[in-house]
């Protein structure tokens, strides 16, 4: 039962447009969402957080909109760049337990 | 570099045998968590220990065990082992008890082959 999905396993952009990763969860009780970005032979790195309270968190050129009445989380890079090139993966929470992952959608942002 | 190490980086094993896993938090956290990725696979949280004790329990089988030492590193035992343990585990590691707002540091992983 995967209660985290991400549909699209790979995404292709142009270096300078937006990329738009999207993650759908099934659990309407989750209270806090997570994204982050694995590079090859790494472990995964922390990128951007949001709470249930919130519907939208920016951090520089990531943008992170959580929609609760569709039960979705989309990640905004805007302008994308060749070094954002990674597998991204969201993640959830509910009341500070542990996080369950989705299956990771792989960016590939080329010149 | 996020401060969590793991080690050792490869291992290949064969079926039936018994590994273990080593993981040292970053400096100061206290809570350390593992999973495990399979080939197309997201992450699976397999168990969190904080300071010691045992947090919270995931998907781990119960021919996986894990402990929490006193200097707060952590090791991941798998035995019988399995053509389909064959994965890379992660170790993270966060400063509170849960989440709370504060993210994780994932390791760079271990990544099992079992033959």
């Known amino acids: 039962d995967q209660q985290v999905k991400q549909n699209s396993p790979s995404l292709s952009v142009q270096e300078g447009r937006i990329s738009i990763l999207n993650c759908d969860y099934t659990?309407?009780?989750?209270?806090?969402f997570l994204w982050y970005k694995k590079y090859p032979a790494e472990g995964p790195t922390f990128l951007i957080s949001i709470s249930s309270i919130k519907d939208k968190n920016e951090d520089g050129r990531f943008t992170v909109f959580l929609n609760k009445s569709a039960k979705h989380l989309s990640l905004h890079i805007v302008p994308s760049q060749p070094g954002d090139s990674a597998v991204y993966f969201c993640?959830?929470?509910?009341?500070?337990?542990?996080?369950?992952f989705g299956t990771g959608t792989r960016l590939q942002v080329f010149p | 570099d996020s401060g969590v190490t793991q080690t050792p980086k490869h291992l290949i094993t064969a079926t039936g045998q018994r590994v273990t896993l080593r993981c040292s938090p970053r400096?100061?956290?206290?809570?350390v968590y593992w999973y495990q990725q399979s080939l197309d696979q997201g992450l699976q949280f397999l168990i969190q220990?904080?300071?010691?004790?045992?947090?919270a329990k995931g998907n781990i089988l119960e021919r996986f065990s894990a402990q929490q030492f006193p200097d707060l590193h952590s090791e991941l035992n798998l035995s019988s082992l399995e053509l389909g343990d064959s994965a890379l585990y992660f170790c993270?590691?966060?400063?509170?008890?849960?989440?709370?707002?504060?993210?994780?540091?994932f390791g760079p992983g271990t990544r099992l082959t079992v033959t």
């Open positions: 993640a959830a929470s509910l009341l500070a337990d542990k996080l369950i």
């Open positions: 400096s100061g956290d206290l809570s």
């Open positions: 993270a590691s966060s400063a509170g008890e849960g989440l709370a707002g504060a993210e994780q540091y």
């Open positions: 659990n309407s009780m989750f209270d806090y």
């Open positions: 220990y904080y300071n010691g004790e045992e947090r």
